[in-house]
């Protein structure tokens, strides 16, 4: 199977490339591995200066690298932009505090000393989706290089283009051949990879299936793994809640990356009495959606990435209403070319219908009323996943019992969930394990050592018996 860009505004494939040849990878694994022995021993502030350069360069060409994101995913130009634009602020987070959060630590063990160092592990293998093409590698390889591994980069068949441009903006930086590489490698390919001692780490952005499978195979081989899975996201608005705010929220957090985000808002819940109007105010602000070209000033919804990511969306909605789900906008599959979708509303899923637990990876929201406060919360964390969570209360008992209560690897309170490189990130249940991102992702490829220097025993005092 080819990589190949497809316009998902028309469904016409624009460009291919083959699969790396056996050879090929071997000859990039042979190079990553050369690479790091050499990486690891520069010092921080030649790394600092080629990762910084790496944001400048991001920050510089953000109209060309956005409209490349667009030409593969169909994601509006803005959010393309601002993509690129992160990417360089998570460059020079990382240049600039990696040689802070990689200090030794030194611990009290008098008479001893005793310190614990952090050393890189090797050639990481990143395994990405393509949803935000630019973004899942970028919080992979800052940190990792900036800690001294290589990267090896199998991104997703859809956005080959990306990849190869995040290698040579790598290249273009600073970093030597081989410490940061694209491959084209297909199911077989990753799992060979993953069995190849040369890789001593494996990180995956993905499905909840790509994640067992990946997971149990670097479990097999005893390496450590990082898994950002799937979410169901809830949003809970609650009485004391700011509707006007909470509402505008919940469609951004809903549409954002045409819904395409294991962080987006999914499950909106609100308690009665404020559910009939919470109701109310959602499906007017998402029935005023903004539909059209990507590249177009305004637009709020494009298409989606892929046929089967639609087709499958559009099966999970024709299920959840023949199941008993209201269907309150939307949910009509357009006829024509390309991956376009409606912004809809489903309120109320039966239990056991796609919309009630399953992630829907699209503009659709589903809509929950809860009998009260601790209902609602109940409803929250009624899903297999535990990555983002949202509450919006200007009640402080509320606000706690939320934060320690929601079962997520992030919660925020009266905004939307995103990741920001200051602040680690990842989730827990069937969301995956480990972080990305902060201090956190950066420790997660290196080897913790701990070093204790015993001190030498006192020499005896000098016999004065012959005074």
Request: with cysteine; glycine share 8%.
């Amino acid at each position: 199977m080819p990589f190949a860009t497809v316009d998902p505004r028309t469904g016409q494939t624009l460009s291919t490339h083959a699969p790396h040849s056996q050879e090929h990878v071997e000859t990039r694994l042979m190079r990553a591995e050369e690479t790091f022995r050499a990486l690891r021993d520069t010092s921080f502030a030649e790394r600092a200066r080629w990762m910084k350069r790496a944001g400048e360069l991001l920050e510089e060409e953000a109209e060309a690298h956005g409209r490349l994101m667009t030409r593969e995913m169909g994601k509006p130009l803005a959010a393309a932009r601002a993509e690129a634009q992160k990417c360089a602020a998570t460059c020079r987070y990382y240049a600039e505090h990696a040689e802070r959060f990689l200090a030794d630590e030194a611990v009290d063990l008098t008479p001893d000393t005793g310190f614990v160092r952090y050393q890189p592990l090797g050639p990481v293998l990143a395994i990405m989706p393509w949803n935000f093409p630019f973004w899942q590698v970028v919080r992979f390889a800052a940190p990792a290089l900036m800690a001294g591994n290589v990267g090896l980069l199998k991104h997703a068949p859809s956005v080959p283009g990306c990849a190869l441009a995040l290698e040579e903006l790598f290249l273009r930086a600073g970093f030597p051949p081989g410490a940061f590489q694209a491959l084209f490698v297909e199911v077989e390919g990753v799992r060979r990879l993953i069995e190849d001692s040369r890789i001593k780490a494996v990180t995956l952005t993905g499905s909840e299936g790509a994640g067992r499978d990946v997971g149990a195979r670097a479990g097999g081989q005893l390496k450590k793994v990082v898994l950002e899975l799937g979410g169901s996201d809830p949003f809970v608005v609650l009485p004391s809640a700011d509707l006007d705010a909470a509402v505008d929220a919940a469609v951004k957090a809903r549409l954002i990356n045409n819904g395409q985000s294991c962080i987006a808002a999914k499950r909106f819940i609100a308690p009665e009495p404020l559910y009939a109007e919470f109701e109310r105010r959602f499906v007017e602000r998402m029935r005023r959606v903004v539909v059209g070209d990507p590249y177009a000033p305004g637009t709020e919804l494009g298409p989606l990435a892929l046929a089967h990511i639609r087709d499958g969306l559009h099966e999970q909605v024709t299920r959840s209403v023949a199941a008993g789900a209201r269907l309150l906008l939307g949910g009509q599959k357009p006829e024509g070319p390309g991956f376009w979708y409606p912004a809809t509303v489903l309120a109320q899923p039966p239990p056991g219908s796609p919309a009630h637990r399953e992630e829907l990876f699209g503009p659709v929201a589903v809509l929950f009323r809860a009998k009260d406060t601790e209902d609602a919360l109940r409803i929250a964390n009624d899903t297999p996943y535990g990555l983002g969570a949202t509450v919006w209360t200007r009640d402080e008992a509320e606000r706690e019992r939320f934060i320690d209560g929601l079962d997520a690897g992030t919660v925020c309170v009266n905004g939307m969930v995103a990741s920001d490189p200051r602040l680690p990130f990842g989730g827990v249940k069937h969301s995956g394990h480990g972080r990305e991102l902060a201090r956190h992702g950066l420790l997660e490829f290196l080897n913790i050592k701990t070093v204790r220097v015993t001190a030498p025993p006192r020499a005896p005092a000098p016999s004065r018996a012959n005074e």
